[in-house]
């Protein structure tokens, strides 16, 4: 087992990081900040249109990022991807998440297609998904299916060639600027819920969806780049009648649950996820370098050094957890508890570094954007928040134990386990 | 206009369907100051705010079956 990287991964690194130097012009960088503000506008934006698409600088970016071939690296090339592997895609991608661009498929949908779809479905999707003209909003919970997702009601009925859906959807992230939804719906009352639930995916403006803002703790004021996981303001989505073709459908009726949690676990998957913690610490351990507080280096300081250095020792167990995680999944292992397990430790140790750097900061780190005092812009008070976001979404730290406890150690069920007690 | 099931208060439901504004590809946007809904056996109701849809969501027979005063 070697746990270095090996001198070609080395110089792809190399050469990611000098592309970065080169190419990171103020003009991107007020597009990248834009972009952001604009997804994380919440009510204001209300109203207007066309927003988070790209603007020239990013789309140049994206257009030369691509031809270095470092989009889309560990999809096939007859869909748009390079065929490579899993390590060049974390080291392609954690360098880009530092400086806030996004190149990885986390949290996309892309591996549900890839492993479910049709082929028209793989060959419409992926390739738009990897340049960045397609995006889905992940329609799963409701206001009574959430932890408890094979609750969901949304319903869609068969009508000759078509499904037929009514319904609703909360904290959809992004609704607001997706192409696409991926949507989870109930298409058979009569059997066991887990056995009556289908995925479909259609066009943001198909005929009877309405959108409502629902803004979180991230949108006033408004997040800086990089301390969000996704975009901070949320939606409610409403179905009126929807009809969409029958080849919205994706992997079959009545399997979306199975599709569905695989998806969702491989969409785990990447550096950008992980980044997004280990970024906190990164950014303190620069800030205390860098900087002097009320005429003193915090960093002299022996309390703060040693919990940057604990904190430091956690941030690096994220990042092997993510690495392991890559290498199961490019061997073609069974991938099934690791996610989950680097889905609680990731977030939980973005609470305790953010709490850790309130206590440093005293006041000075709860100064948000905006502030006329505020350092880096309020990041280290925007992270505070965003740590509480990361727990919750893409399944819950208490979610993410519960299939650790199955399918990592073997033990019962929640519903046997209560069973088996009364 | 109609009154929310759980608190009694009036509810627009026209003005928490018209649209505002749309999304950046192209679903209609409505004005979230404007209340909520729940499809519920069928039917929408129609909610004041999340709060009292929470309630409705954990008890519904309850507030159907004695109507707010
Ligand atoms: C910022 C943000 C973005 C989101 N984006 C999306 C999105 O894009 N698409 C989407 O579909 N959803 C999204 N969600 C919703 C998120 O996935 C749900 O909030 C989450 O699954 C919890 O569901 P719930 O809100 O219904 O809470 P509940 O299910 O009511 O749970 C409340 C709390 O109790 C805990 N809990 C519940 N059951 C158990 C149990 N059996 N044992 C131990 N603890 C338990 C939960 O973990 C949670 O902490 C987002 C949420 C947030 C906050
Ligand atoms: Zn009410």
Not at chain 1, 80 to 86: F, H, I, V
Not at chain 1, 327 to 349: D, M, Q
Not at chain 2, 5 to 23: H, M, W, Y
């Amino acid at each position: 087992m070697n746990f270095g990287f090996s001198p070609e991964q080395e110089a792809l690194r190399k050469e990611v990081l000098a592309f970065i130097k080169e190419n990171l012009t103020p003009g991107v960088i007020a597009e990248v900040e834009g972009e952001e503000q604009e997804v994380s506008a919440g009510e204001e934006s209300a109203g207007r249109k066309g927003l988070a698409r790209r603007g020239p600088h990013l789309s140049e970016l994206y257009r030369r990022i691509g031809a270095r071939g470092w989009l889309g690296i560990t999809y096939p090339k007859e869909y748009g991807g390079q065929g490579g592997d899993r390590i060049s895609q974390y080291i392609v991608e954690e360098e880009f998440a530092r400086v806030g661009i996004r190149v990885g498929l986390v949290g996309s949908g892309a591996p549900a297609i890839l492993a479910a779809g049709t082929e028209e479905q793989k060959r419409d999707f992926i390739p738009r998904l990897i340049s960045g003209e397609y995006s889905f909003a992940l329609g799963f919970t409701e206001p009574h299916a959430g932890a408890d997702l094979a609750n969901l009601r949304c319903r869609a009925v068969r009508d000759g060639d078509e499904y037929v859906i009514n319904g609703q959807k909360i904290y959809t992230t992004a609704a607001h600027v997706a192409t696409h939804i991926y949507l989870m719906a109930r298409t058979n009352t009569e059997v066991p819920k887990h056995d009556g639930i289908s995925i479909f995916i259609f066009p943001m403006d198909t005929a009877g969806i309405t959108v409502r803002p629902l803004v979180t703790i991230q949108n006033n004021p408004k997040a800086p780049v990089g301390t969000t996981y996704g975009a901070a303001r949320t939606n409610e989505v409403f179905f009126d009648n929807v009809r969409v073709p029958k080849s919205a459908l994706l992997g079959g009726e009545n399997k979306g649950w199975r599709v569905g949690s695989t998806g969702l676990n491989l969409d785990r998957v990447g550096a950008s996820r992980y980044l997004i913690s280990v970024r906190r610490d990164e950014d303190i351990v620069n800030w205390l370098k860098e900087n002097r507080h009320e005429g003193n280096s915090l960093g002299d300081d022996p309390a703060i050094r040693d919990k940057i250095a604990e904190m430091w020792i956690e941030a690096q167990v994220c990042r092997l957890m993510t690495m392991r995680s890559m290498s199961i999944v490019e061997r073609g292992g069974n991938f099934t508890y690791e996610g989950s397990a680097e889905k609680v430790w990731a977030p939980e140790h973005g609470t305790r570094i953010t709490e850790a750097i309130t206590q440093m900061l005293g006041p000075y780190g709860q100064l948000m954007n905006g502030s006329p005092r505020t350092i880096e812009k309020g990041i280290f008070g925007h992270n505070v928040l965003g740590s509480f976001q990361s727990g919750i979404n893409h399944g819950s730290v208490q979610i993410m134990r519960d299939q650790v406890a199955r399918r990592g150690l073997g033990l019962p069920s929640q519903r046997k386990a209560q069973g088996a007690r009364k | 206009m109609t009154m929310c099931p759980v608190c009694g208060r009036a509810v627009d439901e026209a003005a928490a369907k018209v649209q505002t504004g749309q999304t950046a590809h192209g679903a209609k946007e409505v004005d979230p100051k404007q209340g909520t809904r729940q499809f519920h056996d069928g039917k929408w109701y129609y909610f004041d705010s999340l709060g009292c849809r929470s309630k409705f969501t954990a008890r519904p027979d309850e507030f159907l079956k004695k109507p707010a005063q």
